[in-house]
Nanobody, 125 residues
Framework: QVQLVESGGGLVQPGDSLRLSCAAS????????VAWFRQVPGKEREGISC????????FYADSVKGRFTITRDNAKSTVYLQMNNLEPEDTAVYYC??????????????????WGQGTQVTVSS
């Protein structure tokens, strides 16, 4: 079972940046798809970005494309989400999730069987 721990959330102003981290432990060797989801109370969970740890393939939802960047550091077993030019609409709890996957990744949440506890991001002036 893979354990995931998110960090880096906080309260920022519109236009600011944050970098979220997703640190993994307890995994076996091999390729994983790692994704970032976010959820606002009363709304559906949104898959905003993902990366494959082997081939580096990435995906971005239209809502974050051009503002967010996902990267991985396999040596540190960590995936990052750099969030720039944050907007109030980005306010949510952000979760990372992981699944064994040899290639590509997906924003389909049913694919993922390992989830972190979430980190709050609040964008407000």
């Amino acid at each position: 079972q893979v354990q995931l721990v998110e960090s880096g959330g906080g309260l920022v102003q519109p236009g600011d940046s944050l970098r979220l981290s997703c640190a993994a432990s307890g995994y076996t060797s091999g390729a994983y798809a790692v994704a970032w989801f976010r959820q606002v109370p009363g709304k559906e969970r949104e898959g905003i970005s993902c990366i494959n740890t082997k081939d580096g393939w990435t995906f971005y939802a239209d809502s974050v494309k051009g503002r967010f960047t996902i990267t991985r550091d396999n040596a540190k077993s960590t995936v990052y989400l750099q969030m720039n030019n944050l907007e109030p609409e980005d306010t949510a709890v952000y979760y990372c999730a992981a699944a064994r996957k040899d290639y590509y990744c997906s924003n389909w949440d049913a694919l993922y069987d390992n989830w972190g506890q979430g980190t709050q991001v609040t964008v407000s002036s």
